[in-house]
């Protein structure tokens, strides 16, 4: 394991996040006005209803189902089109468009496959919110490898996926805070992109924490 005697030219600062929820002007009724939101609603509704409610229900349930596909298989009654908008696994994403764009091509596709379920009436309307993020910075920062190890056993559940999962979209890049850091300040370029290379979609979130301290406890020892 490193001792971390290599000091980080900036110190790596752990946040957690508050979200307020806020209703906007616009709901669906049908598939088809769905589809019409989801071209209309803005990118922070997108990151709302997709993002941050795939991070709340992973933490809190061990659910991967998304404000969308929630709804499609709930109000509108249509449970294999919210199969397929719950594959659409927002961690393989680095900016909202491409998230705007696979769900609209997924609904649309629905529709013309099945097109008189495009104006069926749903149970109870989706209405187009927007969550205000409020990053809080937590009681944790980092200068070295060890103090970095520390850090990352100790934090919530809610930091790491914030830290890890949802800084993908947030940086547009395919990659996380952690591996930005890594390389940017310590120049551990190997042990970033190993820890980078971590498939979420084959493990938990926990799971991912512990394969991150495995990482960590695997490198070699490093002189300042």
Sequence with gaps: MSDGTRTGAEPFQFFTVANVTRSGNQEAN????????????????????????FGSQALQTGST???FATWVGTSAGCRDLSGRLAALDERCY????????????????????HPGRGEQRASSAFCFCEG??????????????????????????????????????????????????????????ELARKINEIDLTEITLEAARERILQLIDAEPVRLV
């Design 30 to 53: 049908t598939l088809r006005e769905l589809l019409e939101g989801l071209g209309r609603c803005s990118d922070a509704s997108i990151y709302h209803h997709l993002i941050h409610a």
């Design 65 to 67: 189902l998304n404000d």
């Design 94 to 113: 680095t900016s909202i468009e491409e998230m705007r764009d696979d769900l609209s091509r997924v609904v649309r596709d629905y529709i013309e496959t």
């Design 132 to 189: 205000v993020e409020l990053l809080v910075p937590l009681n944790l920062a980092a200068r070295t490898l060890e103090e970095f190890r520390t850090s990352i056993q100790l934090m919530s559940c809610e930091s790491f996926y914030l830290h890890f999962v949802a800084s993908n979209s947030r940086l547009e890049q395919r990659s996380n805070d952690f591996s930005v850091w890594l390389t940017e300040s310590l120049g551990l370029d």
